[in-house]
């Protein structure tokens, strides 16, 4: 173990501790971008400088690694000199949008240029504009002139999703953030980026400019889509869902979550979704004039789907699955009681769900029977 002083505390830490991992455990707050604790260290914002005894200039506390009697001031002149220096760079390019920003109110860099940053720039030269780029159907890159460059996106790609699917091209004044190729970035974690990011320039497409997050009000809950029951926040404002966030559980989804589970709220608000169980049913699907395809699949099929309408109905109760699972099993079915159709029409019992599957495969082997006899 090693001991280091922080801001006059003294705390030990375990060999291979940095700076801020003590600063952690003695719950001081140093300023950060890029540092998650998820992620490896990249020490690129430079936003966590402080001053350290004896070193020559401020230190990076998220790459300093603790030495046994380390001294470490977070908020002497020295180290705060050094962060409002940052964070005046950090600036020079960064938009003034934050009333029309989807971060605003969340944002790392918006918290933290209220205590370092200046009340106007010293920077008149021209500015930089990065042009958007198309991520895909869930990300939105179309500000990028907002990052500030931390790679906290990259560095998610490469080792927790296990794909890396964004870089970081140029240098200096011309580094801007792509993906491969121009390709698309289509990992099923993908929507953890949005979180990630400490500015506002990847955003969720579904929810852009749908609320503010002090309109918000928070649910936790848990996933429903997977036997893994990731923990999440709903957030609603009046009575629909607008965006669906992790919640931290270091046992079951630590901060991630699947896009699955982030994005499939939107089926609640859907314009196509079905509120009522009632349906119109086809005339031709009540016959039993139907196609040689459906003849040779209907039992089979029907009946297994109207199991599935029939969990759904029992379980989750989303309406949706429920009912156009019966109408896909009802097209499907082999079953050719005029009753039985208007019962899975109308109903939502497991009981006589299970009624019409019984009927459907009764049916259907009386009719095989009766056709194998005729042909001999
Ligand atoms: S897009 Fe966001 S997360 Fe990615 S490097 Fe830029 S600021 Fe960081
Ligand atoms: S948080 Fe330490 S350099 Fe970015």
Not at 161 to 174: F, P, Q, S, T
Not at 257 to 269: G, P, T
Request: proline share 4%; aromatic share 6%; net charge positive.
């Amino acid at each position: 173990m090693l001991n280091i002083e922080i801001d006059g505390k003294a705390v030990q830490v375990p060999n291979g501790s940095t700076v801020m991992d003590a600063a952690h455990k003695l719950g001081i707050y140093v300023p950060h971008f890029c540092w998650h604790k998820k992620l490896s260290i990249a020490a690129n914002c430079r936003m966590c400088l402080v001053q350290v005894e004896k070193a020559p200039k401020p230190m990076p506390a998220c790459a300093t690694p603790v030495t046994d009697g380390m001294k470490v001031q977070t908020h002497s002149a020295q180290a705060v000199n050094a962060q409002k220096g940052v964070m005046e760079f950090l600036l020079i390019n960064h938009p003034l949008d934050c009333p029309i920003c989807d971060q605003g109110g969340e944002c790392q860099l918006q918290d933290l240029a209220v205590g370092y940053g200046a009340s106007n720039s010293r920077y008149t030269e021209a500015k930089r504009v990065v042009f958007h780029k198309n991520l895909g159907p869930l990300i939105s890159a179309e500000e990028m002139t907002r990052c500030i460059h931390c790679t906290r996106c990259v560095r998610f790609g490469q080792e927790i999703a296990g794909v890396m699917e964004l870089g970081m091209i140029g240098r200096g004044e011309h580094a801007e953030i792509v993906s491969f190729v121009g390709r698309t970035v289509d990992s099923e974690l993908s929507g953890n980026m949005i979180d990630l990011c400490p500015v506002g320039a990847l955003t969720s497409k579904p929810f852009r400019y749908k609320a503010r997050t002090w309109e918000l009000s928070r649910r936790k809950s848990v996933s429903p889509h997977d036997s893994l029951g990731s923990n999440l926040i709903v957030q609603v404002k009046g009575e629909k869902v607008m965006r669906v966030l992790p919640l931290e559980n270091e046992a079951i989804n630590e901060c991630w979550l699947s896009d699955k589970d982030r994005f499939s709220y939107e089926a609640l608000n859907s314009e196509e979704r079905l509120t009522s169980r009632s349906m119109a049913v086809r005339p031709s699907a009540l016959s039993c004039r139907r196609t040689p395809r459906s003849r040779r699949w209907g039992s089979r099929r029907g009946s297994s789907t109207v199991l599935a309408a029939t969990t759904s109905i029992s379980g989750c109760g989303n309406r949706t699955f429920a009912a156009t699972g019966t109408r896909r099993a009802f097209r499907g079915s082999a079953c050719r009681s005029p009753r039985s159709a208007r019962s899975i029409a109308r109903s939502s019992s497991a009981a006589s769900c299970a009624r019409i599957i019984r009927c459907s495969r009764t049916g259907f082997a009386k009719r095989r029977r009766r056709a194998r006899r005729s042909r001999r």
